[in-house]
């Protein structure tokens, strides 16, 4: 699977972003794909995943209530709505495919293939 991310960029604090990963090469509704991000000097975090029908979706708990995950799989692209940004969301994102089944499973071990991320920048 091949997956380009689009959608970063700068942005003050409290506004929003919405990322974008387009799919090819595989069927892509055979994947569980999720979301991660790594700020300078840290490691890669996980931020969300949706299951391959998108009934469930499982947040880390510094980005639930702000932070939304959707797929579409006609299109073959998966999102991550990002509103209420702050500084600490700062980091570069990567969407990944993973052939597990289990969205809770949040370790990068999990996941089979990667984008090359995007910059999302939040300024104070």
């Known amino acids: 699977v091949q997956l380009v991310e689009s959608g970063g960029g700068l942005v003050q604090a409290g506004g929003s972003l919405r990322l974008s990963c387009a799919a090819s090469g595989r069927t892509f509704s055979n994947y569980l794909m999720g979301w991660f991000r790594q700020a300078p000097g840290k490691e890669r975090e996980f931020v969300a995943a949706?299951?391959?029908?998108?009934?469930?979706?499982y947040y880390a708990d510094s980005v639930k209530g702000r932070f939304t995950i959707s797929r579409d799989n006609a299109k073959n692209t998966v999102t991550l709505q990002m509103n209420s940004l702050k500084p600490e969301d700062t980091a570069v994102y990567c969407c990944a495919a993973s052939s597990d089944w289990d969205v809770w499973n949040t370790g990068e071990r999990a996941y089979n293939y990667w984008g090359q991320g995007t910059q999302v920048t939040v300024s104070s």
């Open positions: 949706i299951s391959r029908r998108g009934f469930s979706i």
